[in-house]
Every structure is written in C-alpha cells, then in structure tokens.
C-alpha cells in the first residue's frame, strides 16, 4: 500500500467516524441519545465520500454512447496483436476493452504490484509493461474493464484444497474439462480475488467484470459427494440452494464494498436463463439478487448456447428472435428492482460449428447486427462481443437501430 494511499485511507475512516456525529445531532437536539458509528472505524463505508476516491491517474471518461465493447485475452492483450485490436476499435464505433486479468484457469495477466503471495505465485508475464498499456487506452480513450474469474481456479484450488471441492479419496475434484473450482462458501476466497480487483483498479482499470460468479454447473447433482466447507453458512436455517444463492450473493455485495473506495464499477457476467427462472439452483446464480448488488450486469446470450428455449428450436439459426424473446425476460426481471444496473449482454461474434450441420451458420456482420438491433428495440445500448480468439467480424453497423 503506498503512502498516499495510507493517508486517503485514514482520512476517509476519519470522515466516515464524523459522520454519525452529524447525522444525529438533530435527534440529540430532541433529547435522544447521541448515536456513535458501532462498526470497525477501518471499515469500508456502504456511501463512500468521493472525494477520498482512488485516483490512478489515467483518465478516460464513460463513453457518452454507451459501452461497446470485446473481449480482450491475456495473450493478445501482451502481443502484437493488441495493436491490431486497437486500431480495429479506433476504426468503428466501438470504444471499450474487456481485458483478462485473472483468466479461467486463475493465470493473472501481469504483475499487480500485490504483496499476497498467491497473487505473485500465480502472475504470467503476458503483458510485460501494464502500465504502457494502461497509457495507450488513455491516449486512444478505450474504456478499459478488467475480467476476473472468480470461483473457476485451477491454480487456487491446486494451491490450497481446503478452498475447494474434494473427492472421498481427497483428490480435488475437476470437471470433465479437467478444470477445478474453488469454494463460494469460502471468504479466504472472496478476499484473493477481491484484492486482485484493487490492484487492477489502482492500475487504472475503469470497472471490474466479475465472471464465473458461481457454483459448478451441475453441483446439485454431485454436491452430497464430495467434500467442502460451507464455513459460516453451514448453521443458515436454508436448504441447499438458497445457502448456494446467499454465499454468492454476499460475495457480490461484499466485492462492491470492498471496492468503492476505488471509484469503479463493478458488473457481473451471468448466464442468461437465470434471468427466466427464479434462481438457477445447482450453481447459486439469482438474476435479481445480483442485478440488486452491481452496477452492470452482463448477460450471456449467446444465441449457440441456448437449447430449445422460447419456442425457437434452433437458436444459432435466429439470433434476432433469440435475443428479442430473452429481452423480454430480462426486463421484467430489471424492471422490478428500486435501482436496476445497465443492462450490457454478452453477444456472440464466432460460429458455433461444434453444434453440428443444420444446428449452425456462419457468423459474420448479418448475425451480429440481429443482435445489435434486437438489444435497441429492448431499450439497450450497450453490449459486449465474444470471440475466444479474438477475431472480430469486420464491417458491422455496431449503430444499428
């Protein structure tokens, strides 16, 4: 922690300790008891005072027209072809990055500068120079949105199994992909990846995208056989799924706090049929409670990854009807909430050929345009485009109405 963060940061526990002093004085004036903050004094403020904000010193303003962005690897992000990608977002109407910085494996990006010795211990060397990079979205005002992996840790898990899912025998437990998990009941797991998100704040990164923000797909069918903890949740008066819903929840709730005092904002990538179902009960995901506890939330809707869903039988074939029925679902969801976040879907910009013939196409402009326009008839103007290896489709309208 530097000094000129040590001191903001007891200034601002100084402001937050004054404030009830203040809020209760008219109370006090009618003879009540005067009110004192009961909480830990170093404790972060639900209503950060934002003058003692975080400033990393790069600046780029919220795009006027809203986020329009892609999805950024490690890799590309550290190699030539980043260059590639920031003329290719230069040449259109697109203005943002989504950047791996914890990837699905729990690999980090670059160096975070972090004193946590899991954090070093898990640090690649993709960009080399976090800094140059933070200075070329600044100088060409790409808006930069730092992707981190949260409960799918590889790394996390083989480094430390108490935080994940074991087999009787006591080996870790990995899904068919080979790929290991680490425990939403665990808080030592919510603060790895919570800190992780501070030093890419301070870095300069303008939001923090949370992915992965549950359990593993399935996990009500295996979860009596396995073993972890379910730490403070164990004695909740809740049956299984709302103890899975809670932990996720909290963890949601407890990254927002955590981070206010960074001046970012935090979103969610979240599967999208969680918004057409109450809560999603195998892995924890209750569209409302986390739209409730972020400022954006991203939903994955991805034509190729539905099944036979609002009476489309082959969803690949008709991204527009695909994302125009979803919308719908969403927004009643959204519309229901005090204070709904923006609303920014994952589109999808690659061919699905896995799905087999007669169960995809090809997709290019035509394809992504549909989704484009069936988010602007729902009222939206932001979104995200995936493609695992970063090739975009050239010549999309992303203005299209």
Known sequence: MNKTFKQLSFFAAAAFFMLPLHANAEENEKGTLLQLHQGDLLETPEKFPSQFTYDSGINIEYPKDGVKGIYV??????????????????????????????????????????????????????????KKMMKSFEDNQIYPIARIVVFKDTR???????????????????????????NPFSEEVWTYNVEVAKQAAKLGFKEIQFDYVRFPEGFETRSDNLQYTQGKYKDMDLDDVQKRVEAVTDFVKYARKELKPYGVDVGVDIFGYSATVPEAPGIGQNFSKISDNVDVISSMIYPSHWG?????????????????????????VLDGLKTPPQSRPWLQDFTASYLGAGNYQQYGAPQVE????????AGVNEFLLWDAANTYSTGVNYDIK
């Not at 087999?167 to 992909?177: E, L």
């Open 156 to 182: 996390l898990a083989e480094a430390k199994p108490e935080l994940t899912y074991t087999n009787s025998d006591g080996s870790i437990w990995k899904n068919g992909r080979g790929e290991a998990f680490v």
């Open 73 to 130: 690897t490690g890799h590309s992000a550290g190699g030539a072809k980043m260059n590639q990608l920031t003329d290719f977002v230069n040449k259109t109407s697109l203005n943002a990055m989504v950047v791996d910085i914890k990837d699905d494996f729990g690999d980090l990006t670059f160096d975070l500068q972090s004193d946590d010795p899991l954090v070093q211990k898990n640090t690649k060397d993709y960009v080399k120079d976090p």
């Open 370 to 377: 549909a989704q484009i326009k069936a988010l602007s008839e």
């Open 308 to 332: 036979s869903y609002f009476g489309i039988a082959k969803p690949d074939l008709e991204p527009y009807k695909l994302v125009t029925e979803y919308m719908k679902a969403e927004n009643k």
